[in-house]
């Protein structure tokens, strides 16, 4: 696992198991994709950028205490598991921490928003 600053492991470390676990694994998936991705801390949140542009955002719904990725230009994609909700340009991908990930999805997800910063 790549090290963590203090700052950004607080940020993981501050969740119950097994939604740290699942973050900590989102962030590797994110680490090791095949075009660079950088982490930052913004708005209090992990977020992952292409080069200065920032692509997705972890976070973790208040009501159902599932993590999600959050697609900053999510209004321009269009998987069927994103959901725009009352956002205007951000959509999700809700993801259940007792579960495997769903890999495959996430994938999609993520070069579908890469897609997106060409």
């Known amino acids: 696992m ?10 993981y470390l501050q969740h119950p ?7 900590l694994s989102l962030r590797e998936i994110m680490l090791s994709y095949p075009r660079p991705l950088t ?5 209090g949140m992990p977020c992952f950028c292409y ?10 719904d208040k009501q159902t205490a599932f993590p999600y ?3 900053a230009r999510g ?3 269009s998987h069927p598991f994103l959901e725009q909700g009352k956002r205007k340009k ?4 809700s993801i259940n921490p007792v579960y495997d990930l769903p890999l495959e999805t996430i ?9 997106l910063y060409k």
């Open 90 to 93: 951000m959509k999700s991908l």
């Open 39 to 43: 982490e930052s801390i913004k708005y």
């Open 69 to 71: 990725l959050l697609f």
């Open 2 to 11: 790549n090290s963590l600053s203090e700052a950004k492991s607080q940020v």
């Open 17 to 23: 198991e097994p939604i740290r676990s699942c973050l």
């Open 75 to 77: 209004h321009l994609m």
């Open 51 to 60: 080069g200065k542009s920032p692509v997705c955002y972890f976070w973790v």
């Open 107 to 115: 994938m999609e997800t993520l070069e579908e928003a890469l897609s």
